[in-house]
């Protein structure tokens, strides 16, 4: 036994050195700094190009469903080859779509260039969360996990500025070609991380049904899904319409740029300490309580309008909830899933995540044209509070059984 523990600690000092986080840390940056600037910048292009508002907003659509799709074949594919083949296969798809609209700048190659890149949406971010995963120390996945989430975080923040920066400047092609060039840095500095060997298993489930079959068989799956549904929900509703609402309400003006900005850098500190305090305290003791911590920024968005200092406060509990809640329930789903099932349950959270947010985007818009986006955020946080008495319950009487 000390035997074998010794070569467990001696693989991780071979994967958890300094320069291959390095290396795997820039390629998520540059990843998903193309990634959102693509989402951010095509509907514009879109525009540019002659297509009507509706065209502008399908190819995105287009993007999304496609991933989504694409994961039920491609999620159980990286279990059984490793989440890196695939994902520089991702990565490939991003550096050469701008390459495509450079040669064709027309909307049916824009559109079927946003199918071919939605690859890249559909193997990378699981990929992340596993190969992550199999890279971690152990009993430091939600630390590890934590760090890549704020390169994802950069991402964001540095993709959608820089990429509308250069083309207010220089125009759409002088952004497709520096796209295309660092999507193939990320290509090339994902090459560059040495990842552990992937362990066949004499009964892996050959199919991609079965592979989604046995891993939605573990139990602890699904309140943690459901968790990842909550906040999921509530963080569609802030991306896309906290916004509107903090215009509405606070007719300053100024007030939307700066709690993006507080809910950006709280959301880098909630990466920071969440995932650390859930690999010492456990995940039920960090995740739960950060589902609450968004019920309750939720809920102080409808006073909006009668405390509008509130917008730096919900700003501050936002921020860490959202990202503290979706790396922990990351981190707890990795956890509670068989080592040869991660890729396909990761994708099954990505699905979740993608799947809750066009349904919330529909509640939140229906909501907007009738009882006011205050008491959509009022609901979506009272249910989120009232949601969490059971599902934590749920999660300890299979713990209790298990244990047994």
């Not at 693989?11 to 290396?23: A, C, G, H, K």
């Amino acid at each position: 036994m000390q035997i074998r523990n010794d070569s467990l600690q001696q693989e991780d000092q071979f994967y958890s050195t300094p320069l291959n986080w390095v290396f795997f840390f820039g390629s998520v940056f540059f990843f998903v700094a193309n990634l959102f600037a693509s989402i951010s910048i095509f509907p514009g292009y879109s525009l540019a190009i002659g297509a009507s508002p509706f065209f502008a907003g399908l190819q995105n659509t287009a993007f999304g469903v496609a991933a989504v799709l694409l994961r039920f074949f491609l999620g159980p594919l990286m279990d059984k080859k490793g989440p890196r083949p695939l994902m520089l296969v991702g990565t490939f798809a991003f550096a050469t779509t701008p390459l495509l609209l450079l040669v064709s700048p027309s909307y049916e190659m824009l559109i079927s260039a946003r199918i071919y890149q939605s690859v890249g949406l559909a193997v990378y971010l699981p990929g992340v969360s596993t190969l992550a995963a199999d890279m971690a120390p152990e009993g430091k996945i939600g630390t590890y996990l934590g760090a890549s989430r704020i390169f994802i975080n950069l991402g964001l923040l540095a993709g959608p500025s820089g990429a509308l920066l250069i083309i207010d400047h220089y125009g759409y092609s002088s952004w497709f070609i520096l796209s295309a060039l660092t999507s193939s840095l990320s290509m090339a500095f994902l090459t560059a991380v040495k990842v552990p060997a992937v362990k066949t298993r004499a009964d892996q489930v050959i199919t991609s049904v079965g592979q989604f079959t046995k891993a939605l068989a573990e139990k602890q799956v699904y309140p943690v899904m459901a968790g990842i549904a909550l906040y999921s929900f509530t963080y569609s509703g802030v991306v896309s319409f906290a916004a509107v609402h903090i215009e509405t309400s606070v007719p300053a003006g100024t007030e939307a740029a700066y709690f993006f900005v507080i809910l950006g850098i709280a959301g880098i500190i909630g990466c920071l300490g969440a995932g650390a305090l859930s690999d010492h305290f456990g995940r039920k003791n960090i995740a739960w309580p950060a589902l609450i911590t968004i019920g309750i920024g939720a809920v102080a968005f409808y006073f909006l309008p009668f405390v509008p200092a509130l917008v730096i406060i919900c700003g501050i509990i936002l921020g860490l909830g959202i990202q503290g809640s979706s790396l922990v329930f990351a981190a707890w789903l990795i956890d509670v899933s068989k080592p040869e099932l991660r890729a396909t349950t990761m994708s099954l959270q990505e699905n979740t995540i993608d799947i809750v947010f066009a349904l919330s985007a529909l509640f939140f818009g229906a909501a907007a044209q009738g009882p006011g986006l205050g008491s959509a955020f009022l609901i979506s946080g009272v249910i989120t509070i009232l949601a969490v008495l059971p599902l934590s319950s749920r999660t300890a009487n299979i713990i209790s059984r298990q244990d047994q």
